[in-house]
């Protein structure tokens, strides 16, 4: 089943870079995302809870092209 996440970022300066520093990290990886997800979920909320273990269960998602890196650092 397909479904779309949108993440609007809080701050307008957005920090991650690709393990070699050599690129921004966009979009987030997927992992970031559902960390963020976990942080700001009830515990206590038995719907919130199956929703983040089937999320958790899902392939990895798939970026369409569009999405490359738009920033590189500077050496």
């Known amino acids: ?7 609007h ?5 957005y920090q991650a870079s690709t393990l ?6 966009w979009p987030p990886h997927p992992y970031r995302v559902f960390c ?3 942080s700001v979920a009830d515990p ?7 929703a ?3 999320l958790e269960q899902q ?4 970026w369409p092209s569009c999405c490359a890196p738009v ?5």
């Not at 970022?9 to 300066?13: A, G, I, K």
């Not at 392939?59 to 798939?62: E, I, T, V, W, Y």
């Open 44 to 50: 206590k909320d038995p719907v919130q809870d199956a």
């Open 36 to 38: 963020g997800l976990v």
């Open 71 to 75: 920033a590189v650092w500077p050496n």
């Open 59 to 62: 392939p990895a998602p798939c």
């Open 1 to 7: 089943m397909p479904f779309r996440i949108t993440v």
């Open 52 to 54: 983040l273990q089937w």
């Open 20 to 25: 070699d520093r050599g690129a921004a990290e």
């Open 9 to 13: 970022l809080l701050d307008p300066v």
